[in-house]
């Protein structure tokens, strides 16, 4: 049984940060695309930032410089480093997985894993 399960959400003011957690058993991160997406009030699921299994790793603008994906093989358990947050980062954040190594295409429906998501709310 492939399970995801994300970890680490909470309230903080702006210009705070926050690590996330994503634990996978079932299912090695290492081998495969890993990515995390975010679900922001009135708005649609959008990936966020993406690492393959190559290492290399992709984020959207909106968060380019601010969040950081990383893995440990190790622990099997893939995190999101996120900095300078604002209210805008203010979403339902949810790990995902692919059943491949790459990530391409970029799409929710692309990604057969899923964790039941965590709450970031960002306010003063």
């Known amino acids: 049984q492939v399970q995801l399960v994300g970890s680490g959400g909470g309230s903080v003011q702006p210009g705070g940060s926050l690590r996330l957690s994503c634990a996978a058993s079932?299912?090695?991160?290492?081998?495969?695309?890993m990515a995390w997406f975010r679900q922001r009030p009135g708005k649609e699921r959008e990936g966020i930032a993406f690492?393959?299994?190559?290492?290399?790793?992709s984020y959207a603008n909106s968060v380019k410089g601010r969040f950081t994906i990383s893995r440990d093989n190790d622990k099997n358990t893939l995190f999101l480093q996120m900095n300078s947050l604002n209210p805008d980062d203010t979403a339902m954040y949810y790990c995902?997985?692919?059943?491949?190594?790459?990530?391409?295409?970029?799409?929710?429906?692309?990604?057969?894993?899923w964790g039941q998501g965590t709450q970031v709310t960002v306010s003063s």
């Open positions: 995902a997985g692919r059943p491949l190594g790459w990530c391409w295409p970029i799409q929710p429906s692309a990604f057969t894993y």
């Open positions: 079932g299912y090695t991160v290492s081998t495969h695309c």
């Open positions: 690492i393959a299994a190559t290492h290399t790793t």
